[in-house]
């Protein structure tokens, strides 16, 4: 059974840094994409980061470029999203996601098979 759980947010201060994670069970990240969401109270969700299954190459959203970093760990079982740099614009639920494709760019919500349950990141001062 394919499961995602996300940890790791929290509530920091703008310039901070956060690396929540996203740990897979029932499969490993090498035949998956894993992407990274969020959302932000009265707005859609939004794609933010992902890696694909085929040769882990990384894609962002042009909001995080230069501040976020997605990557995996050597048994691909556990995708990070280290958050740089972060504002107050970034506050939102982060979600993880799999589906079972190659991917070429950040694509939509919907074409996700699989989601975590979300966790609360908060930049304030």
């Known amino acids: 059974q394919v499961q995602l759980v996300e940890s790791g947010g929290g509530l920091v201060q703008p310039g901070v840094s956060l690396i929540p994670s996203c740990a897979a069970s029932?499969?490993?990240?090498?035949?998956?994409?894993i992407g990274w969401f969020r959302q932000a109270p009265g707005k859609v969700r939004e794609g933010v980061s992902c890696?694909?299954?085929?040769?882990?190459?990384?894609y962002y959203a042009d909001s995080v470029k230069d501040r976020f970093t997605i990557f995996r760990d050597n048994a691909k079982t556990t995708v990070y999203l280290q958050m740089n740099s972060l504002k107050p614009e970034d506050t939102a639920v982060y979600y993880c996601?799999?589906?079972?494709?190659?991917?070429?760019?950040?694509?939509?919500?919907?074409?996700?098979?699989?989601w975590g349950q979300g966790t609360q990141v908060t930049v304030s001062s």
């Open positions: 996601a799999a589906v079972r494709a190659v991917v070429r760019s950040i694509i939509p919500p919907r074409n996700y098979d699989y």
């Open positions: 890696i694909s299954r085929n040769d882990g190459s990384t």
């Open positions: 029932g499969f490993t990240s090498d035949y998956y994409t």
